[in-house]
T-cell receptor, first 113, second 115 residues
Framework: GESVGLHLPTLSVQEGDNSIINCAYS??????FIWYKQESGKGPQFIID?????DKRQGQRVTVLLNKTVKHLSLQIAATQPGDSAVYFC????????????FGQGTRLTINP | NAGVTQTPKFRILKIGQSMTLQCAQD?????MYWYRQDPGMGLKLIYY???????DKGEVPNGYNVSRSTTEDFPLRLELAAPSQTSVYFC??????????????FGPGTRLLVL
């Protein structure tokens, strides 16, 4: 079936560097995409979202890029901090009514001091 | 606001036992969801509800039941626990704002171990 997937399961970066987490999706009808951060023992926490009529959206230290041509989504985190260490999930909404999100496997981001 | 709350935090069940996972939200959200997360994996949708009295199946509904008698509460019922239901269960809610996409807010999760 169609699903969201991630290119890399783990990513290590130096504190202060920028990090990029990638995600591939396969449902061309998806119109809404979300990045979640999940710290150990906690529920997913919303980071940033983007609708399919946009290519880029910026938040505080985070930017999401959407390339619908190649069905690719990325999350850029600027000037990473130790608190950014977590598992990051992308999710796509595949329904027109209530949100039926399909989550990727997740990427574990580790920030090295 | 407390947001989305879940009880219990952790539970061990024997095969064949039943239990109800509780979920409540105080944000007056219409939409509520139940997910399960297996180790090292993303979340999978079990059931969802678009309002009181209305529920529908998600991707992995087998072995579970839900009810939505109030806007605030959305309990998940396991009737005959099986080892395959060992997982972490997350409840989420989201508002409905006339067609706009709104993000889901997640509870802290319930860790379930079936032995």
């Amino acid at each position: 079936g169609e699903s969201v997937g991630l290119h890399l399961p783990t990513l290590s970066v130096q504190e202060g560097d920028n990090s990029i987490i990638n995600c591939a999706y396969s449902n061309s009808a998806s119109d809404y995409f979300i990045w979640y951060k999940q710290e150990s023992g906690k529920g997913p926490q919303f980071i940033i979202d983007i609708r399919s009529n946009m290519d880029k959206r910026q938040g505080q230290r985070v930017t999401v890029l959407l390339n619908k041509t190649v069905k690719h989504l990325s999350l850029q985190i600027a000037a990473t901090q130790p608190g950014d260490s977590a598992v990051y999930f992308c999710a796509e909404n595949i329904s027109q009514g209530a949100q039926k999100l399909v989550f990727g496997q997740g990427t574990r981001l580790t920030i090295n001091p | 606001n407390a947001g989305v709350t879940q009880t219990p935090k952790f539970r061990i069940l024997k095969i064949g036992q039943s239990m109800t996972l509780q979920c409540a939200q105080d944000m007056n959200h219409n939409y509520m969801y139940w997910y399960r997360q297996d180790p090292g994996m993303g979340l999978k949708l079990i059931y969802y509800s678009v309002g009181a009295g209305i529920t529908d199946k998600g991707e992995v509904p087998n072995g579970y039941n839900v009810s939505r008698s109030t806007t605030e509460d959305f309990p998940l019922r396991l009737e005959l626990a099986a080892p395959s239901q060992t997982s972490v269960y997350f409840c989420a809610s989201s508002p409905h704002t006339g067609g706009r996409r709104e993000t889901q807010y997640f509870g802290p999760g319930t860790r379930l171990l079936v032995l």
